[in-house]
Nanobody, 116 residues
Framework: QVQLVESGGGLVQAGGSLRLSCAAS????????MGWFRQAPGNERESVAR????????FYADSVKGRFTIYRDNAKNTLYLQMNSLKPEDTAVYYC?????????WGQGTQVTVSS
């Protein structure tokens, strides 16, 4: 099992940048595929970006391609999401996700608010 703790959210103006971090417990972080999801009020939780266990493969939602970058440091048990050119529609609670053998684990979420 893995425990996830997100940080790095906050309030930023449109066009600004934030970097989210997700610290994972345990010694098996490198075996998990990881991802970032977000949920805005009244909306369902949606996938933003995903990364394979080795970091060799990344996948992005069309809405964030070219603006967001997901990466991981397996030596530090940490997942990141670099968010640039933020838009008001990026406002949401962002969640870190870990997946392994059909099991999903979630962090508590971090709020990102982008003002226009």
């Amino acid at each position: 099992q893995v425990q996830l703790v997100e940080s790095g959210g906050g309030l930023v103006q449109a066009g600004g940048s934030l970097r989210l971090s997700c610290a994972a417990s345990g010694r098996t972080f490198s075996t998990y595929a990881m991802g970032w999801f977000r949920q805005a009020p009244g909306n369902e939780r949606e996938s933003v970006a995903r990364i394979t266990s080795t970091g060799g493969g990344t996948f992005y939602a069309d809405s964030v391609k070219g603006r967001f970058t997901i990466y991981r440091d397996n030596a530090k048990n940490t997942l990141y999401l670099q968010m640039n050119s933020l838009k008001p529609e990026d406002t949401a609670v962002y969640y870190c996700n870990a997946r392994l053998l059909g099991n999903n684990y979630w962090g508590q979420g971090t709020q990102v608010t982008v003002s226009s």
